[in-house]
């Protein structure tokens, strides 16, 4: 027997396995490599190519075309159609058809004669540089497209956004032109109203004038009538008569002083029995406000005894909001309501103070408030209610509620008889037109 060296000679199963690798790469290759079409036809005239490749029953979706003017491949997987260009064409005039199982190109030539052949013979090498140049040609092509698409929706954008602020602006200019052709119109309404009230004014006057200088001025007048009717006799029969008539009138009866002393009555308006009930209702919860105090407030142990008060608690807020410090003045009724809940006036004024800190919400709670303290409507208190109605009405319209603040306003508007709100009155005809504008809008 002969003796071996194990690796001088190889097992045969590691001999087998690089075999069988081996061949499986090159299967694997040769699956990669791309089927080169062959059975293309061209046809040439002076200035015009024509190639017709079949595309082998792929879908026209998965062929991809690259073409320079010297160079022309069309990848359609697993096959493949190249040519190096015997001549030079113009890539821009020229175009390719896709359909019906085979791809058309209409190549333009860049110098009208005829070609020997569609391909040209040169080196690898040569193929090599004209692929990578296609490829890059194509790439920034395709950059620039991108590029010009870009800018195109860019412009395309601002073109929109132009022309939406244009739009915009006019729409806003014609609300704005409505909204000075209203207030100017509210405005002239409400002028008119003042010189029709100051005309009336001034004939009240004429007419009172001329009711108290009447009865002197047609004194005269009558005695002329009637001496002109008496005077049918003689002269010194007339004159005889007024004499003896001026000597019987009487003496004139002496001065004196009468004393009247009238009912006292609380409230400013005439007494009468229909409003009797609600009267006393206003009186009784009047006294009962004035006595349901809390002075059991942890609150209250810095102030003094007359600072206990929710009266002067409220001039104190007064104070406060008349110089211009609201929060100050809303601690201040703060406190009072606790010290008393009953007092309407208090919800009234923090309800302004809300109004002038934009809490308009909390403005239209106490407004609310106040109104129902303010239960019965009576004389007595009908400027509060007036100024409660203004104050929630006010804050409806701030927060665009147009029908809870035009049901306040209504309220306003049906009282004519108190002088000192007027300026609440027209200033709320003003806001209903306005609202009423909005509304249509």
């Not at 071996?4 to 990669?32: D, F, G, K, M, Q």
């Not at 919860?285 to 009266?311: C, F, G, H, S």
């Not at 002067?312 to 008393?340: H, P, T």
């Not at 208090?346 to 609310?368: G, M, P, V, W, Y």
């Amino acid at each position: 027997m002969t003796d071996r060296h194990p690796s001088i000679a190889p097992p045969l199963s590691n001999h087998r396995h690089v075999v069988a690798t081996s061949v499986y790469v090159s299967l694997r290759r040769e699956s990669e490599m791309p089927l080169i079409v062959k059975d293309h036809t061209w046809t040439q005239n002076q200035n015009t190519v024509y190639i017709s490749v079949p595309l082998k029953g792929v879908k026209p979706a998965s062929v991809h075309v690259t073409c320079t003017d010297e160079y022309l491949k069309v990848s359609f997987p697993p096959f493949l159609f190249e040519v190096f260009l015997f001549g030079s064409i113009n890539e821009e005039r020229s175009e390719a058809r896709i359909g019906n199982g085979v791809a058309v190109f209409t190549l333009q030539k860049r110098r009208n004669e005829s070609w020997e052949q569609l391909f040209t013979n040169i080196d690898k090498d040569k193929q090599k540089q004209i692929r990578e140049q296609a490829v890059l040609k194509v790439q920034q092509k395709e950059a620039e497209k991108s590029k010009a698409k870009a800018a195109r929706i860019q412009q395309e954008k601002k073109y929109a956004l132009e022309t939406m602020m244009k739009l915009e602006n006019k729409e806003r200019d014609r609300i704005q032109k409505m909204k000075d052709e209203e207030c100017a119109r509210a405005t002239a309404e409400l002028d008119f109203w003042r010189e029709t009230q100051r005309k009336t004014a001034e004939e009240k006057e004429n007419q009172q004038k001329t009711r108290g200088t009447g009865p002197q001025d047609n004194q005269p007048v009558n005695q002329k009538t009637v001496t002109l009717m008496r005077n049918t006799g003689d002269t010194t029969s007339g004159q005889r008569s007024r004499k003896q008539t001026a000597k019987d009138l009487p003496a004139p009866r002496s001065a004196g002083c009468i004393q009247i002393s009238f009912t006292p009555r609380v409230f400013p308006t005439a007494l009468r029995e229909s409003r009797v009930p609600e009267e006393e209702e206003w009186l009784k919860k009047q006294a009962e406000a004035r006595r349901a105090v809390d002075t059991d407030l942890a609150e209250l142990d810095d102030l003094r005894e007359d600072e206990r008060n929710p009266d002067w608690l409220k001039e104190k807020g007064d104070k406060l909001f008349m110089s211009g410090n609201y929060q100050a003045a809303v601690n201040a009724y703060n406190l009072a309501i606790k010290l008393n809940r009953k007092i309407p006036a208090l919800f009234s004024n923090r309800a302004a103070c809300h109004l002038k800190l934009r809490n308009l919400h909390k403005a239209i709670e106490d407004s609310s408030q106040a109104l129902e303290l303010l239960k019965p409507a009576v004389a007595a208190n009908a400027s509060a209610r007036l100024k409660a109605h203004v104050r929630r009405g006010t804050a409806f319209c701030e927060l665009e509620l147009y029908v809870e603040g035009t049901g306040s306003s209504v309220i306003l508007l049906s009282c004519k008889t108190h002088q000192p709100l007027q300026s609440y009155k027209y200033r709320v005809i003003l806001y209903r037109e306005i609202f009423a504008l909005k509304s249509l809008l």
